[in-house]
């Protein structure tokens, strides 16, 4: 083991002074020993005196963990076997045992991010889920872990651990330093809100909470009508008009419950009708949504979103609605199926043929 270690070092000193176009001869000279002693490093013969250390991790512009470490990294498979290990471990061996096994392997590899952080949430949700005994020594070291993590490229790993961090303070009611770790979320990522309104809830400040929630709400059901619009379109291309029917029920539902009106209830069936040729069904829908257009917003005004501020809609929306939707019916390619129906010439004011 002590004739790898030098060579690893050699490797590293060899590799990072070849990155600095630097010679033996320029490296011995900024450290004070002779080009022999350089060499001699580099071959594994030798590993450099401690005390020179710190000066050469400077003079290669590298940390001492890169430095020193016998593997910058490790592969996701040989992640993944430590971290089977480590969870194999910590059902039979005490938590201690564990926890100073994993500090040595993370020792070993200090510059694999992932393992750091999976490993720190392995041993931090173990605690959490059964009250291991004074756990509060071990907070420093996988904060630390945690904190390590802030700074990865990997954003799934950087996020595990504000997360975590996020949740460690909250749960110690510091909401600042809590809030200060949502900054590594995106502002995509529907998470960021949701810990944002729970630390308004924990504040006092309801108002912003109830806001932020109903944000969220309103957000999640456009993100939910997306997609299963997305699923009906394809059903109807497939022709798979039961899946098509299902799903349309699905829809119906959820612009229900989340008390969006009328209008976004039933409009997307129209397609289904028009596709099945079902004028009774083309009649009565085209006349639902005609009859909703005058409350088209009506979801601006419910309790749901009642802290919200929606951005405000022209006077005459509902009638450029209606003039729009009007033509799309008068459509003698989608709707010729309709012609000689007296009811729907009625209701949308004119004759096909």
Known sequence: MERNHKVEIGETIRKYRKEKEMTQEQLAKLLGVTASAVNKWERGGACPDITLLLPLARALSVSLDTLLSYQESLGKEEVYK???????????????????????KIHTFPNCEELIVQAAAVLNAYRIVNAVPESEQYDGQIL???????????????????????????????????????????????????????????????????????????QEQNRAMMILNGIY?????????????????????????????????????????????????????????????????GFTKSPLYSHMTFKKVEEDF???????????????????FMEQDERWEQLVGCKYG
């Open 233 to 297: 379109i394809l059903a109807l291309q497939e022709e798979d008009l039961a899946r098509a029917h299902y799903i349309a029920d699905k829809i119906e539902q959820i612009a229900g419950s989340f008390e969006m009106g009328r209008y976004y209830e039933v409009s997307h069936r129209l397609e289904l009708a028009v596709k099945e040729q079902d004028k009774e069904t083309c009649l009565k829908l085209a006349g639902e949504m005609l009859d909703a257009l005058p409350d088209i917003c």
């Open 82 to 104: 430590i971290l089977q290990e480590l969870k194999e471990r910590i059902q039979q061996d005490s938590y201690q045992e564990v926890f100073g096994w994993i500090q040595d």
């Open 318 to 336: 509902g009638g450029t609605m209606r003039e729009s939707l009007l033509k799309y019916f008068r459509d003698e390619e989608t709707f010729g």
């Open 144 to 218: 630390d872990w945690f904190e390590q993590g802030l700074a990865s490229g990997d954003e799934e790993l950087r996020v595990m651990a504000a997360e975590a961090l996020y949740t460690f303070y909250l749960s110690r009611q510091d909401y600042e330093k809590a809030g200060a770790y949502l900054q590594y979320f995106s502002d995509q990522n529907p998470e960021k809100k949701y810990r944002q309104a729970l630390l308004y809830g924990r504040l006092g400040q309801m108002e912003e909470a109830y806001r932020t929630y109903e944000e969220l709400l309103y």
